[in-house]
């Protein structure tokens, strides 16, 4: 394919899961030929450092609150140099404001990616305007199948159509966890060689509903007191959770990791992976840990159930069911060679279905306009 100039337009490059599939696209993307850079609505943020250092360039518009015709000035003048460009847009607030930027200039195709379930509330003034930059939208990706049937019922819909792309990771980063990865991992958090570990990764954030974790954690703890948990990530929420945790006695079994750069380390050291969240797209954190062969205990939201088999290689649980979290967290911790067959298991299926270089052709093939044959992207492959 021929060499394409790619614009990515961010919110920011703060540490996330969208974040990291962007840094990653770009490199996919270089490594075939194309040019690419970045372009910051906001800020730039915690991870733009690691794109610089490598030669791409990002600039920030540092938009200010409300709307902001100076950011929008910056935005158009970047998109300006780069005629022919692909413009690929990340969420709404940064796909609208983009739109808006490039009205009237020479790009080659205009693609945004959605990588939740959209809004809980479509009619808001955000998902209006996100609607109203359709006119001007080439393809509109979903991360995951559930996630583009969302946007067909709440009205999205681009000049020629939405699609879904699931998210892919590097799978080179990844080995399976093991004994090894395990009694380093405790000895490095200061737990019991025979520690039991449940991990997690993911923004402290009310979305990601990690108040139900520690209570359910503290049900597990009563019944399996070699139990402990490590939780991966940082925000806004982190303070009250780490005084949640200490309202529920939990003291050193819980221990709070902040971001993390070696994730995949952490991952290897593992018993069973949980995501509690009240929403999700197409989990990253999820795909991580089928790669790291852990099995998962997950909420039965958005796209979680394309990636958590029930039964296989993992379990799936009711939002915000603290019982029901807890139950299948123990199910598995006491059943530790079932444990390991849904862990194996998930890897197997990562392998063959979660490549980022699977995930790159299929956006090259957007970029530059040949849909034809995507229709299979909403299709997963069933584990065996």
């Not at 915690?46 to 609150?65: M, S």
């Not at 050291?269 to 089928?290: H, K, N, R, W």
Request: aromatic share 4%; glycine share 10%; hydrophobic share 45%.
């Amino acid at each position: 394919m021929k060499r394409m100039q790619v614009i990515h337009f961010v919110e920011n490059l703060e540490r996330g899961g969208l974040e990291r599939t962007v840094i990653d696209l770009i490199a996919a993307q270089r490594d075939a030929g194309h040019a690419c850079r970045v372009i910051c609505l906001f800020e730039p943020g915690q991870l733009a450092d690691e794109l610089t250092g490598q030669g791409v360039e990002v600039t920030a518009c540092h938009k200010r609150q409300g709307l902001d015709w100076a950011a929008i000035r910056r935005a158009r003048a970047l998109l300006r140099r780069h005629p022919g460009a692909v413009l690929h847009t990340h969420n709404a607030a940064a796909h609208y404001h983009a739109v808006l930027a490039a009205w009237g200039l020479p790009l080659a195709r205009v693609i945004n990616t959605r990588h939740s379930m959209g809004a809980p509330h479509p009619g808001s003034r955000k998902e209006w305007l996100y609607r109203r930059s359709m006119r001007l939208t080439d393809y509109v990706a979903g991360v995951c199948e559930a996630a583009r049937q969302c946007f067909v019922d709440q009205g999205v819909r681009p000049r020629h159509a939405l699609l879904s792309v699931p998210n892919g990771i590097r799978l080179e980063r990844f080995h399976a966890a093991d004994a090894t990865g395990r009694a380093a991992l405790a000895a490095e958090l200061g737990w019991p060689a025979d520690s039991r570990i449940i991990g997690t990764v993911g923004r402290l954030q009310p979305v990601k509903n990690q108040q139900a974790l520690l209570r359910a954690f503290a049900r597990v703890r009563a019944t399996m007191p070699q139990a402990v948990l490590a939780m991966v990530g940082d925000g806004s929420l982190r303070a009250s959770l780490e005084r949640l945790a200490g309202e529920l006695a939990l003291g050193d079994a819980v221990r709070f990791l902040g971001d993390r750069g070696d994730v995949p380390r952490l991952l290897a050291g593992m018993d069973v992976f949980t995501l509690p969240s009240l929403s999700e797209g197409y989990s990253i954190a999820l795909l991580e840990a089928c790669a790291a062969a852990l099995p998962i205990v997950a909420t039965d939201v958005g796209g979680n159930r394309e990636i958590v088999h029930d039964g296989r290689n993992g379990r799936l649980v009711p939002a915000g069911d603290v019982d029901a979290l807890a139950d299948a967290l123990l199910a598995l911790l006491a059943a530790p060679a079932e444990a390991a067959r849904m862990g194996q298991a998930g890897r197997d299926w990562v392998l063959a279905e979660g490549s980022f270089r699977t995930m790159a052709l299929r956006y090259e093939r957007l970029y530059a306009g040949d849909p034809v044959g995507l229709g299979e992207l909403a299709a997963r492959t069933e584990i065996a």
